[in-house]
Every structure is written in structure tokens, then in C-alpha cells.
């Protein structure tokens, strides 16, 4: 499985994913790092058939207005603690990977 980590989300969460086998990059892997364009993130993400995690409604929208990124985990908790983030992505990596 390949996964792009958009800027809202901690850079630590690339490296988990990492760190349990998986292809991942960040928005800050990018030259323009957080300034990088939604636009840009999309084809990206497209071009190397990767599933986008963000918590920007504005991938949520394009998602299902355009079917663009093709596959998105939409992040909606909310702030909470990285050290919660961690916890409810490892806990449901599996049910994540089945879907």
C-alpha cells in the first residue's frame, strides 16, 4: 500500500507508516512543502496510485465533486494528541487496508 500524508497531519505519522512496511511520503518530502498546491497533491497522488490521508475538506469535496483523488482517508477527529493519532491509525490499520 502507498500513502501520501498531507501537510495538516504530522510528519511522525509518515514515518509510523514507514515503520510498518508501507510506501509513504509527506507534503514536506515535496520542494514547496506545505505550500504545495492541492492541485499538484492530486496528480500525485493519481499518478502514483496513492491514498491521500488529510484532514483538508477541500480533498473531501474534490473527492466527491470530481473523483479526484481517487482514494482519500479523510482524517475527522478533530485536534487531538499525536500520541491518539498513532493509537487510532495502528489500532485500524487493518479495517484501513481492507477498505
Do not use: W
Request: hydrophobic letters at 35%.
Amino acid at each position: 500500500m502507498k500513502f501520501f500524508v498531507d501537510a495538516q497531519l504530522p510528519y511522525q505519522l509518515c514515518q509510523l507508516l514507514k515503520d510498518k512496511g508501507y510506501d509513504v511520503k509527506h507534503t514536506d518530502d515535496l520542494p514547496a512543502k506545505e505550500r504545495t498546491h492541492d492541485s499538484t497533491i492530486r496528480t500525485l497522488v493519481q499518478k502514483e496510485k496513492r491514498i491521500l490521508i488529510s484532514k483538508d475538506s477541500d480533498f473531501e469535496n474534490s473527492f466527491y465533486l470530481q473523483r479526484s483523488p481517487k482514494k482519500l482517508l479523510m482524517i475527522t477527529t478533530g485536534n487531538i494528541k499525536n500520541k491518539a493519532l498513532f493509537s487510532l491509525i495502528t489500532n485500524n490499520i487493518g479495517q484501513i487496508e481492507k477498505m
